[in-house]
């Protein structure tokens, strides 16, 4: 006997990386995304999932990612030793 559920949860748990979360709305929200979802013919988590992708899509090409790149920069280790003259002393580069 062929059963979709069991093959549908196998799915599922056995090749998604996946946290499960709770989230809060007002009930008045809640009821305007749950008419969205149906509207779109999308679950609300996957409604949610999307709007959560396109934010951190845009924060990240955006200038918080310009932030971000100079915050990594000003973090780098920087050395005064040549690259020659640790490999003539032997020693590695930390």
Do not use: C
Not at 36 to 64: D, M, N, P, W
Not at 67 to 88: G, N
């Amino acid at each position: 006997m062929f059963r979709l559920d069991k093959v549908m949860v196998s799915w599922y748990h056995g090749t998604m990386n996946v946290i499960a979360t709770n989230l809060r709305f007002p009930t008045d929200e809640y009821g305007q995304i749950k008419l969205l979802a149906l509207a779109e013919g999308k679950s609300i988590a996957a409604l949610v999932r999307e709007a959560v992708r396109r934010y951190k899509e845009q924060k990240l090409t955006s200038r918080f990612q310009v932030d971000l790149a100079e915050k990594f920069r000003k973090m780098a280790v920087k050395i005064d030793v040549p690259v020659t003259e640790l490999v003539r002393q032997g020693r590695k580069f930390e």
